[in-house]
């Protein structure tokens, strides 16, 4: 093929643009656009888990870590874990979301956690 009549990777995505506009023009209400393209509902719940204090106790002890190195790993302070242990205050957000991965891998994550203790006391 010669230079001429060899397509770019611009000449073609304008030509498969213009194709995609003038179905756009035919088509008459949000509805039709499925004629021609793939719609799909997902509705998703990712929300992380909620956590009582006896739960985030029972994810440390699990992981068989005192609150200090706990706190440590999930980037908080001891006061925080704490503070959740008693009642006081619900950890949120991505703290939960950790401690959902735990309960579900409990070994690969106790694992990690010494890893990192090991790495840690050894610097």
């Known amino acids: 093929m010669n230079k001429k009549t060899e397509k770019t990777v611009g000449s073609e995505l304008v030509e498969r643009l213009e194709r995609f506009a003038k179905k756009l023009e035919a088509v008459d209400s949000v509805?039709?656009?499925?004629t021609f393209l793939t719609v799909r509902k997902v509705?998703?719940?990712?929300?992380?888990?909620?956590?009582?204090?006896e739960q985030v106790k029972a994810v440390?002890?699990?992981?068989?870590?005192?609150?200090?190195?706990f706190a440590d790993f999930l980037g908080v302070s001891v006061g925080a874990v704490?503070?959740?242990e008693q009642g006081i205050n619900e950890p949120i957000g991505p703290v939960c979301r950790i401690m959902?991965?735990?309960?579900?891998?409990?070994?690969?994550?106790?694992?990690?956690?010494?890893?990192?203790a090991?790495?840690?006391?050894?610097?």
Not at 118 to 123: E, F, G, L
Request: with cysteine; glycine share 2%.
């Open 82 to 84: 704490r503070d959740w």
């Open 43 to 53: 509705k998703l719940s990712l929300s992380p888990a909620t956590f009582s204090g």
């Open 100 to 116: 959902e991965e735990i309960t579900n891998d409990l070994k690969s994550w106790s694992r990690r956690i010494r890893e990192l």
């Open 60 to 69: 440390r002890e699990s992981l068989q870590v005192s609150q200090a190195v």
């Open 31 to 34: 509805d039709d656009l499925s």
């Open 118 to 123: 090991n790495v840690t006391a050894s610097c």
